[in-house]
T-cell receptor, first 112, second 111 residues
Framework: SQQGEEDPQALSIQEGENATMNCSYK?????LQWYRQNSGRGLVHLIL?????REKHSGRLRVTLDTSKKSSSLLITASRAADTASYFC????????????FGTGTQLKVEL | DTAVSQTPKYLVTQMGNDKSIKCEQN?????MYWYKQDSKKFLKIMFS???????INETVPNRFSPKSPDKAHLNLHINSLELGDSAVYFC??????????FGQGTRLTVV
């Protein structure tokens, strides 16, 4: 069954605005990761947050993790047209043997 | 240099055929994976190998057989291809609890 559910499924914003995507999961995790996928390409790892961390930053990306609510959010600040892509959360489950279980993805479109 | 490379990028074949997809990583990672992405972009793990040893084998038809000749290579062989096998197949590698590096994908179309 699907571990991660992402919300919204699609998001359209103007360049310069912030984009927030949410991910919910069901079971205990070692870490949660966010990936970007441009159309027709492979996935690119963006950021990893461990289960004992609450917030992490990388450039214009900010990720939060709330293990009590089993949820995470990805914030992209000052978005650019080049940020247009699908974004996936993936959970590394406790005892899962490095198996990543992916969410359903959020399709982000950043318009000029 | 490409970190995770898989070939071919596109594969069009008839039902019933047998085909292979090759994957190589030059990152020195111990763990390699095969994922399948369907037309709705849903990604599902198929197999995972750690140091040439199979550690994850999801519910995948036994027509799919992974082979890892060494820890830098993980190939996927598919027998008796069916229409429903059409998808994009991604190879990936990772080390310990780090993020995974993905190949560019192989778009398989079964006609």
């Amino acid at each position: 069954s699907q571990q991660g559910e992402e919300d919204p499924q699609a998001l359209s914003i103007q360049e310069g605005e912030n984009a927030t995507m949410n991910c919910s999961y069901k079971t205990s995790i070692n870490n949660l990761q966010w990936y970007r996928q441009n159309s027709g390409r492979g996935l690119v790892h963006l950021i990893l947050i461990r289960s004992n961390e609450r917030e992490k930053h990388s450039g214009r990306l900010r990720v939060t993790l709330d293990t009590s609510k089993k949820s995470s959010s990805l914030l992209i600040t000052a978005s650019r047209a080049a940020d247009t892509a699908s974004y996936f959360c993936a959970t590394d489950l406790t005892g899962g043997g490095n198996k990543l279980t992916f969410g359903t993805g959020t399709q982000l479109k950043v318009e000029l | 240099d490409t970190a995770v490379s898989q070939t071919p990028k596109y594969l069009v074949t008839q039902m019933g055929n047998d085909k292979s997809i090759k994957c190589e990583q030059n990152l020195g990672h111990d763990t390699m994976y095969w994922y399948k992405q369907d037309s709705k972009k849903f990604l599902k793990i198929m197999f995972s190998y750690n140091n040439k040893e199979l550690i994850i084998n999801e519910t995948v038809p036994n027509r799919f057989s992974p082979k890892s000749p060494d820890k830098a290579h993980l190939n996927l062989h598919i027998n008796s291809l069916e229409l429903g096998d059409s998808a994009v197949y991604f190879c990936a590698s990772s080390q310990a609890e780090g993020g995974a590096f993905f190949g560019q994908g192989t778009r398989l179309t079964v006609v």
